[in-house]
């Protein structure tokens, strides 16, 4: 089995920044896409960003250019950097992981506990 633990989520006013982690753990041999997901109150999980294994990364029109991923495939951790954060932005923050596990386990399609990000003066 494969684990997601998000952290970095909380309380911060509008224009600021905070940084999102996630680290995967568990029966892993390949990390192929970590993307990022956040649920706003009473609207649809939608994607934020995404980061290949080939080092491709992707992001909503909503955030580009003002939030970052990154990965550290070391530490099987991908990071969301946000910055000029708009109250907009307040959602619960989600970690999804696709890859394949360590034999005899096959893919896996695993979601974090979620974190929550708060844009408030």
């Known amino acids: 089995q494969v684990q997601l633990v998000e952290s970095g989520g909380g309380l911060v006013q509008p224009g600021g920044s905070l940084r999102l982690s996630c680290a995967a753990s568990g029966s892993i041999f390949r990390i192929n896409t970590m993307e990022w997901y956040r649920q706003a109150p009473g609207k649809q999980r939608e994607l934020v960003a995404g980061?290949?294994?080939?080092?491709?990364?992707y992001y909503a029109d909503s955030v580009k250019g003002r939030f970052t991923i990154s990965r550290d495939n070391a530490k099987n951790t991908v990071y969301l950097q946000m910055s000029s954060l708009k109250p907009e932005d307040t959602a619960v923050y989600y970690c999804n992981a696709l890859g394949l596990g360590t034999p005899p386990s096959g893919t896996f399609d695993t979601w974090g506990q979620g974190t929550l990000v708060t844009v408030s003066s």
């Open positions: 980061s290949t294994s080939g080092g491709r990364t």
